[in-house]
């Protein structure tokens, strides 16, 4: 299954990151691509998963 969220507004990790954390909790593979505009940009939950890590 592949799922591409796009748009300008807010939302999009949050949702990605929480689809990600479900289909763990089932015993899925997951692997997930972001891309960013900037290398020094990084989310809270970015930053949340590399602590978990």
Not at 11 to 25: E, S, V
Not at 33 to 49: A, N, R, T, V
Request: net charge positive; hydrophobic share 45%; charged share 25%.
């Amino acid at each position: 299954m592949v799922l591409l969220y796009t748009g300008k507004g807010k939302g999009k990790t949050t949702a990605a990151i929480g689809l990600c954390i479900r289909a763990l909790g089932w015993g899925k593979k997951v692997c997930m691509i972001q891309f960013l505009k900037s290398p020094e940009f990084e989310s809270g939950e970015i930053k949340l998963l590399k602590k978990l890590m």
